[in-house]
């Protein structure tokens, strides 16, 4: 039997899907477009049985997890959703810990107090499950694998893992990840992360992405 009609869903998607996969994500560029342009893929299990819904950030709203989170909790309680529907946070590691004290353990804690609430957090940053689909990090020698999880700053718009990976792909990285280049190898990315995973940790504390786990839930198999 279809839901109700839910307005977060998009024009065009599955208003009698069996399940949602319902995302709250940081940033306003590379995540969105990745995650849209992953949806019109033939890659994406478009069955019908799920349905990606990106939360739209409300003005003046914190891109802080803390506040990602808030987003999530509150379309969940405005919203019409199922027991089946999942909400996952998808965030970057990078400074909230080290500069802006955010207590993660605290966080993965509150996820676990919501249902079917799931972190699907990237060390340091997005862009490192990008570079998985182009390149194995453990082939990095230790000095590289230091610089990518420091990611500092190398021009006024561009950190460490901007310009590597924009030399993984020939061409300069601009924020908008090409799906041609990056959707065919997602496969090759979701093994190399769960090589670096280590499966005791709810986040990635060392260099890697647990996108993954939110991507194989996704993939069209």
Known sequence: MPREPIPLIRKGGFLDAEKLFV???EG????????????????????????????????????DPLSVKKLLKK????????????FWLIIDRDHWETI????????????????????AMSNPCFEIWLILHLKDITEYNESEVNKLL???????????????????????YNKKPNPEIFLPLTKIAIDRAKNLDNKNEPYPKKLGSHIY???????KT
């Open 75 to 86: 379309a969940k309680l405005d919203y019409q959703f199922k027991k089946t529907d999942e």
């Open 23 to 25: 995302l709250s994500y």
């Open 150 to 172: 420091e990611n500092a700053s190398e021009s006024r718009k561009k950190n460490h893992i901007d310009v590597v990976l924009g030399d993984l792909q020939g061409r300069g």
């Open 28 to 63: 306003t560029v590379s995540e969105k477009k990745y995650f849209n342009d992953f949806r019109e893929s033939v890659f994406f299990n478009d069955s019908g049985l799920i349905e990606i819904v990106p939360l739209k950030k409300e003005e003046n709203s914190g891109t």
């Open 100 to 119: 802006h004290k955010i207590d993660f353990d605290k966080l993965v804690a509150d996820c676990k107090k919501e249902n079917n609430f799931f972190l």
């Open 213 to 219: 786990k939110l991507i194989e839930k996704l993939l």
